[in-house]
């Protein structure tokens, strides 16, 4: 282990492959990957990197996130131990339209997180229904769609700051925006949210309907990292691409969803550098028929450079 963490070799792998830990499946290793088990294990590691200029990179379940295939070399963070993964839920009982307060940790799969919410007959997170994430990370793009976002529920946010300083934050010190945050290099801890005590049975109801809906039009089972291209202002980058005639379009492994074609699908044998160069297509495409400059959503961590650049069908 390099001398740098030998005080932390413990809960620091090298060369750890980030497609393992990527919902597309793709891309190269982290120089190091950490799992600390504490907001002050935390602390140290964000401080250390400072200290050694050495890149920090905050990994939820990387569902929006596309890791060049050469890798990133710096170190990765990842709230995934149990430490990270707490709920305190309010007691049971509150009267149907009551504020309640549920503080959870930055490590939660929020998948789970809102089915469990949905148990418990908390209303505000059932419109985050389908979006794979860790808490931390949904927090952290301000994750959502037409039936709500995080921000919307979010009364505080706990984060190590760039220098491993524990610091509780307002929304407006968030700075929640369109599929975004002002967090800049500070990693997301925890979260008090402000849920609404409602019938589990109505609640449900409204959960299955998103979610069933979603499944209709988003390519839900297959890898991806889910939407590329943020909307710009006023209209809908899948349907934008659609209109340029380019579902369907693969480069190498890397296909444009016939099912939504705001959704890229890393098919058998694809690389990093597939995505990249079918993204730098679209981006062509799209700016070429109707001037419109797409902006990704997703979040690219090391070089950005396509393998592959003939079109394959
Ligand atoms: N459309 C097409 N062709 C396509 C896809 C969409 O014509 O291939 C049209 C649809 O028919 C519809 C319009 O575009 O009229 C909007 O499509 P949709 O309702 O699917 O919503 P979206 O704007 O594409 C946004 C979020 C999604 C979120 C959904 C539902 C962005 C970039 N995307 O999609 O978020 O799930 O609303 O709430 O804001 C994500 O962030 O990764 C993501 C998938």
Redesign the pocket.
């Known amino acids: 282990m390099d001398h740098r963490w030998s005080d932390m070799s413990e809960i620091i792998a090298e060369q750890e492959p980030l497609a393992l830990h990527t919902t597309f499946g793709l891309g190269g290793p982290a120089r190091w990957l950490a799992t600390p088990r504490s907001v002050g294990e935390l602390g140290r590691l964000v401080d250390r990197c400072r200290q050694e200029e050495i890149d920090l990179f905050a990994l939820g379940l990387g569902a929006?996130l596309l890791v060049s295939d050469d890798g990133v070399d710096g170190l990765v963070v990842r709230l995934s131990h149990s430490a990270f993964r707490q709920v305190e839920w309010p007691p049971s009982g509150g009267v149907r339209g009551a504020k309640v307060i549920v503080i959870a940790g930055a490590g939660l799969d929020m998948h789970r997180f809102v089915l469990e919410s949905v148990r418990h007959g908390l209303a505000g997170l059932e419109g985050l229904a389908g979006?794979p994430g860790t808490l931390g990370g949904i927090i952290r793009m301000n994750?959502g769609?037409?039936?709500g976002q995080i921000a919307d529920v979010v009364r505080e946010v706990t984060v190590v700051d760039e220098s491993g300083r524990t610091r509780r934050l307002t929304p407006p010190e968030v700075g929640f925006g369109y599929?975004g945050t002002r967090l800049g290099g500070a990693v997301v801890c925890e979260a008090t949210l402000e849920l609404t005590v409602d019938d589990p049975v109505q609640v449900r109801a409204r959960f299955m309907e998103i979610w069933s809906r979603?499944s209709q039009?988003?390519p839900l089972g297959q890898p991806s990292a889910?939407?590329v291209?943020?909307?710009p202002p006023g209209q809908?980058?899948?349907?934008l691409?659609?209109q340029a005639g380019l579902?369907g379009r693969s480069i190498g492994g890397a296909h444009v969803s016939n099912v939504?074609?705001?959704f890229i699908v890393a098919q058998e044998g694809a690389t990093a550098g597939d995505v990249f160069a079918l993204i730098g297509l679209i981006q062509h495409e799209v700016a070429q028929r109707f001037a419109v400059e797409l902006e990704l959503?997703v979040k690219v961590w090391g070089r950005r450079h396509a393998r592959s650049l003939e079109p394959v069908a």
Do not use: D, L, P, Y
């Open positions: 929006n979006i994750a769609g037409r039936w599929r979603k039009v988003q889910g939407c291209f943020k909307n809908s980058a899948g349907r691409v659609e579902k939504h074609a705001n959503e």
